[in-house]
């Protein structure tokens, strides 16, 4: 008995069903296939059977077919134990207009550089309390007054007026007295307050003479000392032990003045039981303690004013000695969260400083009266760890917290957000330009409208700043690392902040280029670090392409852009002597002879391209969050993209930028309607089960197999070129074209058997007695009758969208990749393509001409897996043609609707010359009309949600994983449901 030359998976099916569970049935039918058993292989439950004298493979319960000639795809235990992913979502990114020369910015100099302010080296301290205010209290508070006799001047006046004089007054006379100790904190907490300290130590020095005044530094305990001035003699041999000694009492009647906080902003529990049990001591040897301390009346204790005279460095309200406030742990809770709530105004104000030194903290604290009359917030924002730096001379907001504050900061009122640029542009006007500039442009992306227009002016002023700096920062060649440290530093403190990055991601993009970094902030956007990069000359544009293997998604690239392999094919614009932007989007392809994967043609899942080959200098990878930048390697040695656990989670897409193009890479589950899903070396494919007409009821209806491609999302250069040999006009200008989301695709022309399951008849001229069969493609049908077609179809596969490809589609689909005249190359033979072989392209050499069709997959595939996208059957398009114009195009579409009087057809048949099966021609005829020169081939298209076709919004540093969102649209073909476990790759 003669086996049939072609057998559909529908032959094995129903003789296994027939067999039941029968093994030694299930062997004797798939003997009279010429099917045999071969020992199976089991990965992750699947078993693989090979067929001996077809070619032809069954997986599980399908059948798997393969092209003469082409190798059968490997045993199951090649298949990747992993999720299944791939490109479904591609834009293309406006890159900003080139800058003209008259434009270009100047120059950066280091006048740009230079501080505003040019007298003195820093901004003037201001102290807390005015010296002309301060020093009479804190004279009174130290001197002793003394009656010396009767006052003259005083009673001459009491005379003068009349008045009786009932007692001689007396005359005081206030002196230093004897010895004064002053005891100075110079506790880490108290760092704001030092210059104040100091500038006391200093008058009192002047005003009283260093004649009997001991001076103690301590470090945030009497018990805690650090030096002694003026040093004993013996110091120096002492000094060890003087560290852990504490301040011995002075004589009696002894003035002690101690510039401390009292352990009010210490931060542990005990710090004020010290100091007041020092004030009990200094009182036990007669000794007067006076505290002058940076506090507001709110925070004095009541134990320590009793033991000692407390007076407050408050720049508002009177000097006079405090009587204390708090007495209990519930008072001294109710103090401390009061002033959490003013240190996180103060924090919000000055978020958006690069640096926050002590005197720009209190100049910023003076804004509103509300904290300008609290000077404790000084120390309680300076030691707010981790929330602020730890620097012994800044403490700017944590590149952790940064984000938040800036949020609080765009809430407050424009008066304050003013107020407090002002006070910061007048502190940093003795700082480099560069400080300025950046707080300028922070403040500008947080601040509210009406505070912008006020200061418009100086905004603008920086941001041409920037321009000049960035401009510097894009020049290549050698390394300035005084400029890399800058950006590095710049970029470490604000990464976080993504509406800053956002707002001025033009002109971060070259500093963060500059920094060396390999992982850019999130915010940055993906054509502007692009421009950064390819402003770079000293990084080489590679051909590249991505693709899968067993670690996860790889990165593999020509070794030069001039490489033999790379079609020679010049790009669009080449040689004008400007920079030709469509270059960096324009695919190119690599030779037969591919050693990108291992040094041989990618066989198998374990080693499958993913896309369309790609040019690129660096890639941007991210998952909505920092952007992640890999060099690729000239050598060719494939890179790690991302692992397999990447593509784990169907809600967190992976976005890939290269060229001009940004690609959303995902996971893509089993479609609801699809029978398999897996991975082989031509990519994704999905096969579906077609009832016949009888459908299911029936034990004896035919279920036809057809095996579709996902078209990943993509772009492509549509339309041929000037310079193609026997082009049309109406072929050009050839353009650029981005599909956005990717679909499925029939992987040959529909074949009169699965016409005739859906439709019950089959019009074909080539039928099974005219040197036809089911496996050929149907032909004789109109655009209109697949139309009916397809909503037949759809009755049958709940849950998807049939439709056919745009004419965009299509071409993107027949070139899969490649920028040659066919698929294959610049020429094409009859064993490539169905055509009339009398008429061979470009003076080709003749062929074979069958005059007839052949059966579908009987020919080789394009790189993408599809089957006969040249010649065979003309295939209709879901559009009319349209007029092609010289701009770039997303998703374009032809005349759609009612009415269209022509739709688009491509492809050619078994009876054209070979020149009409390039992949650019095209033609168009009436809906109605049918003949056996046109087919089709169908596209399906998911109604559920399914696969990433969302872009992940950016996360910012606080937001941390957040900004997700749902992901996904209807038509990439990818189901949400998630099995429990994948069988070696397929779903």
């Not at 770079?536 to 690239?557: T, Y």
């Amino acid at each position: 008995m003669k086996r049939q030359p072609q057998l559909a998976r529908a032959d094995l099916l129903e003789a296994l069903t027939l067999a039941g569970d029968d093994g030694e049935r299930q062997r004797r039918y798939a003997g009279l296939l010429d099917f045999v058993e071969r020992p199976a292989v089991v990965a992750g439950g699947s078993q693989f059977i090979q067929a001996v004298g077809l070619d032809g493979a069954v997986f599980g319960d399908a059948v798997v077919r393969h092209a003469p000639g082409t190798p059968p795809e490997p045993a199951a235990a090649d298949r990747l134990q992993a999720p299944l992913f791939a490109i479904t979502a591609c834009r293309r990114l406006e890159l900003p207009a080139e800058t003209t020369e008259a434009a270009r910015p100047e120059a950066l100099t280091a006048a740009h550089c230079a501080p505003r302010e040019r007298h003195g080296e820093a901004a003037p301290f201001v102290p807390l309390v005015r010296r002309t205010r301060l020093w009479p209290a804190l004279k009174r508070s130290l001197l002793e007054v003394h009656q010396r006799g009767v006052d003259l001047p005083r009673l001459l006046r009491e005379l003068a007026r009349a008045r009786a004089v009932r007692r001689l007054p007396a005359r005081r006379q206030a002196t230093w007295g004897g010895e004064l100790v002053v005891v100075w904190d110079r506790a880490r907490h108290l760092q704001p307050y030092q210059d104040d300290f100091a500038a006391i130590f200093t008058e009192l020095r002047q005003q009283r003479g260093d004649a009997g005044c001991t001076l103690w530094l301590v470090e945030g305990s009497p018990q805690q000392i650090r030096q002694r001035w003026p040093a004993q003699p013996s110091a120096l041999r002492r000094s060890a032990a003087q560290h852990a000694a504490a301040i011995p009492l002075p004589a009696p009647g002894s003035r002690v003045l101690i510039l401390s906080d009292a352990g009010a902003l210490a931060g542990w529990s005990q710090a004020t039981r010290v100091w007041s049990d020092f004030a009990r001591q200094l009182v036990a040897g007669r000794a007067q303690p006076v505290f002058w301390a940076p506090l507001a009346p709110a925070q004095i204790e009541v134990e320590l004013a009793r033991r000692a005279r407390v007076f407050c460095l408050q720049p508002r309200g009177d000097l006079r000695r405090q009587r204390g406030r708090l007495a209990d742990d519930e008072q001294r809770q109710a103090e401390a969260a009061r002033l959490a709530v003013l240190r996180e105004r103060l924090l919000a104000r000055m978020a958006f400083c690069i640096r926050v030194e002590p005197v720009l903290l209190r100049a910023l604290r003076g804004v509103t009266p509300a904290t300008a009359s609290e000077p404790a917030l000084e120390a309680l924002v300076w030691n707010h760890q981790p929330v602020v730096y730890d620097s012994l001379v800044s403490r700017a907001v944590a590149a952790a917290h940064v984000a938040r504050y800036r949020q609080d900061f765009a809430e407050l009122a424009a008066a304050e957000q003013l107020a407090a640029l002002e006070q910061t542009l007048h502190i940093h006007g003795w700082r480099g330009r560069a400080t300025e500039a950046s707080e300028l442009l922070v403040w500008q992306a947080h601040a509210r409208d009406e505070a912008k227009a006020a200061a418009a002016e100086r905004v603008t002023e920086a941001e041409r700043w920037f321009a000049v700096f960035s401009a510097r920062a894009s020049q290549a060649g050698r390394v300035d690392p005084q400029l890399r440290q800058y950006a590095r530093d710049l970029l470490a403190r604000n990464a976080t902040d993504l509406a800053w990055m956002s707002a001025n991601s033009r002109a971060l993009s070259p500093v963060w280029v500059a920094s060396g970094e390999k992982t850019a902030p999130a915010g940055l956007q993906p054509e502007h670090l692009l421009q950064a990069i390819s402003d770079r000359g000293e990084l080489p544009l590679l051909a590249c392409e991505l693709g899968v293997q067993p670690p996860g998604l790889m990165l593999s690239c020509a070794s030069r852009a001039s490489d033999s392999r790379i079609s020679p094919r010049p790009l669009a614009g080449e040689g004008s002597g400007e920079r030709d932007r469509s270059s960096l989007s324009s695919p190119t392809v690599f030779g037969d002879s591919d050693d990108r994967w291992g040094g041989q043609q990618p066989a198998g899942p374990a080693h499958s391209r993913l896309g369309s080959p790609l040019q690129a200098r660096r890639l941007l990878v991210s998952e909505g969050g920092p952007t992640r930048v890999l060099d690729p390697d000239p050598s060719g040695r494939p890179q790690l993209v991302a692992p397999l656990a990447s593509f784990a989670d169907t809600a967190r897409p992976l976005t890939v930028t290269a060229g001009q193009h940004s690609y959303l890479i995902g996971r893509v589950e089993r479609p609801a309607w699809a029978q398999e899903i897996g991975r082989d070396a031509y990519g994704l494919y999905a096969t579906v089960a077609v009832p016949g007409e009888q459908g299911e009821a029936s034990a004896g209806a035919k279920a036809v197999v057809q095996r579709l491609r996902y078209i990943e999302a993509g772009h492509f250069r549509m339309g041929s070129p000037a310079s193609e040999s026997e082009r049309y006009d109406h072929e050009g200008p050839q353009h650029s074209v981005t599909l956005s989301a990717g679909f499925w695709l029939a992987d040959s022309a529909c074949t009169q058997a699965l016409w005739g399951a859906v439709m019950g008849e089959n019009p074909s001229h080539f039928h099974a007695k005219n040197r036809g069969g089911p496996q050929h493609p149907v032909e004789q049908v109109s655009w209109d009758d697949v139309q009916r077609f397809l909503r037949a179809l759809e009755k049958r596969l709940p849950g998807v969208i049939a439709s056919l490809p745009s004419e965009a589609e299509w071409e993107y689909a027949c070139r899969a990749g490649t920028l040659t005249v066919f698929s294959f190359g610049d020429q094409i033979t009859p064993e490539q393509v169905n055509y009339d072989g009398n008429y061979p392209y470009a003076d080709g050499s003749k062929g074979l001409y069958r005059e007839s069709t052949v059966p579908v997959r009987s020919l080789p595939a394009n790189p993408w897996g599809l089957y006969e996208m040249h010649g065979n059957v003309w295939e209709w398009c879901a559009d009319g043609q349209r007029e092609y114009v010289g701009r770039d195009e997303t998703d374009p579409r032809g005349p759609e609707g009612e009415g269209v009087a022509a739709r688009a057809l491509r492809g050619g048949s078994w009876d054209n010359y070979a020149w009409i099966a390039r992949a650019a021609h095209r033609i168009a005829l009436a809906p109605d009309y049918a003949y056996r020169y046109y087919g089709f081939r169908f596209a399906l298209r998911s109604t559920s949600l399914a696969g990433a076709t969302e872009w992940p919004a950016p996360r910012s540093g606080v937001e941390g994983a957040a900004g997700r969102g749902p992901v996904a649209a209807p038509g990439t073909g990818a189901a949400t449901g998630f099995p429990g476990s994948a069988e070696g790759g397929r779903t």
